[in-house]
């Protein structure tokens, strides 16, 4: 049981490149979400999903995509990166009102 | 809109202390609330689920009660360590949306 896992930890891009951020849980979670960590802003949702095939924005969605086409995955694409989107980013799991597990994190550097 | 504030900021203490860390919350419209810790450079760590029907979570040195008409909740840390030292998060899953919203954290320091 590997609970939430990340990849890459870390990763260095141009501005103007696209990736996707990695996320897959074991736990046979209906809800998973994307946070991201900025000093002194605590965390922010970006984007989220109460199942496969369903997903809504959080706080902050712009420049972000997500797709649930499993239970166990989720990733988040960034389309175009910008410096603002240099950051720490979380995943995490839970089933409904039940306890949220995170992964490690990403901490994604954008020049 | 749900907003959470933690207070203190920071934190430091002796080794040994009891210490009480604050977090409210501005509507009390929630399915739970939970405590996390997270080390430098790492991820979060969940330590107390309340749920939004109870009033009070323990774990060994940690108790953590939820007053959710006042919108407030503590976390009670006794015998304090300095491998306590950590940023504690507090975070409500609010029923609309069925989202977590964090508070900005407190830095807590135990000197040995």
């Known amino acids: 049981n590997a609970g939430v896992t990340q990849t890459p930890k870390f990763q260095v891009l141009k501005t103007g490149q696209s990736m996707t951020l990695q996320c897959a849980q074991d736990m046979n979670h209906e809800y998973m979400s994307w946070y991201r960590q900025d000093p002194g802003m605590g965390l922010r949702l970006i984007h989220y999903?109460?199942?496969?095939?369903?997903?809504d924005q959080g706080e902050v969605p712009n420049g972000y995509n997500v797709s649930r086409s499993t239970t166990e995955d989720f990733p988040l694409r960034l389309l175009s990166a910008a410096p603002s989107q240099t950051s720490v980013y979380f995943c995490?799991?839970?089933?409904?009102?039940?306890?949220?597990?995170f992964g490690p994190g990403t901490r994604l550097t954008v020049t | 809109k749900q907003e959470v504030t933690q207070i203190p900021a920071a934190l430091s203490v002796p080794e040994g202390e009891n210490l009480v860390l604050n977090c409210s919350f501005t509507d009390s419209a929630i399915y739970n609330l939970q405590w996390f810790r997270q080390d430098p450079g790492k991820g979060l760590t969940s330590l107390l689920l309340i749920q939004s029907s109870q009033r009070e979570q323990t774990s060994g040195r940690l108790n953590a009660s939820l007053d959710k008409s006042s919108g407030r909740s503590t976390l009670y840390i006794a015998a304090s360590q300095p491998g306590d030292s950590a940023t504690y998060l507090c975070a409500v899953r609010v029923v609309y949306g069925n989202k977590l919203v964090f508070g900005a954290g407190t830095i807590l320091r135990v000197k040995s």
């Open positions: 995490a799991s839970s089933r409904q009102g039940d306890e949220q597990y």
């Open positions: 999903s109460v199942g496969a095939g369903i997903t």
